[in-house]
C-alpha cells in the first residue's frame, strides 16, 4: 500500500525560497507520475506541477512556471518541490500525490494516493 508523507513547509518572506518533499512508502516509486497540488482557504485544490517516473519530463501550472521546480530521487523514494520567489498567493497547504498514469497529469482524479499535506505561508 502507498503512503505519503510531506514535510519541510514553513513561513517565509516573499521572495523568498523553500523546499518541500514528500517520502514515498510502498513499492515501485520509480513506476509513479508524481505531482504537487496546492489549496489556499477557500480555494479549490490546484495542479502545482508534475514529474514523469523518470523525471526526465516536468510539468508546471502557469502561476509557478519558472519559480517551481519539482525533483525526485527515485533511490530515495523521494519527491521535492523547490520553490523560489516566493509570493503571498503561493500560500496554502502543499500536497503530493501519486498516480499510475503515465504523461501529463494535472487532475487530481487522476491521482490515486495524497499525503497529509503540509502548510506554506508566504508573507508580505
Known amino acids: 500500500q502507498v503512503q505519503l508523507a510531506e514535510s519541510g513547509g514553513g513561513l517565509v518572506q516573499a521572495g523568498g525560497s523553500l523546499r518541500v518533499s514528500c517520502a514515498f512508502t510502498?513499492?515501485?516509486?520509480?513506476?509513479?507520475?508524481m505531482g504537487w497540488f496546492r489549496q489556499a482557504p477557500g480555494k479549490e485544490r490546484e495542479f502545482v506541477a508534475s514529474s514523469c517516473w523518470t523525471g526526465r519530463n516536468s510539468y508546471y501550472a502557469d502561476s509557478v512556471k519558472g519559480r517551481f521546480t519539482i525533483s525526485r530521487d527515485n533511490a530515495k523514494a523521494t519527491v521535492y518541490l523547490q520553490m523560489e520567489s516566493l509570493k503571498p498567493e503561493d500560500t496554502a497547504v502543499y500536497y503530493c500525490a501519486s498516480s499510475v498514469l503515465s504523461g501529463f497529469r494535472s487532475s487530481a482524479n487522476e491521482y490515486a494516493t495524497w499525503g497529509r499535506g503540509t502548510q506554506v505561508t508566504v508573507s508580505s
Open positions: 510502498g513499492r515501485a516509486f520509480s513506476t509513479y507520475t
